[in-house]
């Protein structure tokens, strides 16, 4: 399928939303996480290499990570603490207006759900944040697929639950590794970068660095 900038919501069976960077602006606040954790295990991540892999489970960019430095960390205490680091800025998280606006029109219309490569409950944290909690049929998250983005297992667990044809679907997103599994998953997207860009923190001071840290 292709991008449906233009999309009308009769004709599809179902919309599918990512999570962070569609949904929610969180991707400020994921970058501080990282920069974090990165930073106490001496690995490399800067801001690029953070969007390109947006939309992998934080395990799995911690394992990339650490293979590319040669280096051997415990994933699971450095996922946590990755996490928990996000967690704190949570409270700061807004909404992205124009999908809030989507979300709206289409609910009790058409099935909608969240598919991310996040876990499910740092996922349904961010939608109870943002007033959304209650919003969606079904949530996919990093736990419910083998395979995650760019395979389109995520989009296709979600057409499975939601008794739709994948074909029928309209998917939101924010990345490449997004945008590539919904095309593998024969759905049409929308690419959420053509009207919103999260707020870079590279070259920032660090006083802006350090804010929300403490």
């Not at 979300?103 to 943002?130: M, N």
């Not at 008794?163 to 679907?169: A, H, I, L, N």
């Amino acid at each position: 399928m292709t991008n449906a900038p233009g999309w009308h919501l009769q004709d599809y069976t179902a919309l599918l939303f990512d999570c962070d960077g569609t949904l929610a602006d969180t991707m400020p606040a994921h970058y501080r996480a990282w920069r974090h954790v990165t930073e106490l295990h001496g690995l490399a991540f800067d801001e690029d290499r953070f969007y390109a892999l947006g939309g992998r489970p934080t395990r799995d960019i911690l394992a990339i990570l650490a293979t590319e430095a040669s280096i051997e960390i415990d994933l699971d205490h450095a996922s946590d603490l990755k996490e928990q680091t996000f967690m704190d800025h949570l409270p700061h998280v807004e909404a992205i207006d124009p999908v809030l606006a989507a979300v709206e029109r289409a609910r009790g219309q058409v099935p909608i759900a969240v598919v991310s490569g996040g876990y499910q409950a740092v996922v349904r944290q961010i939608l109870k944040q943002i007033g959304l909690l209650e919003s969606f049929d079904t949530i996919v998250g990093s736990e419910d697929t083998d395979r995650h983005k760019p395979d389109p297992d995520p989009f296709l667990e979600a057409a499975r639950r939601l008794g739709v044809r994948p074909e029928g679907c309209l998917v939101w997103e924010d990345s490449d590794l997004g945008v590539e599994a919904a095309r593998r998953a024969g759905m049409a997207w929308i690419d959420v970068r053509s009207f919103h860009q999260p707020r870079r923190l590279t070259g920032a001071g660090p006083a802006d660095a350090q804010k929300g840290l403490a």
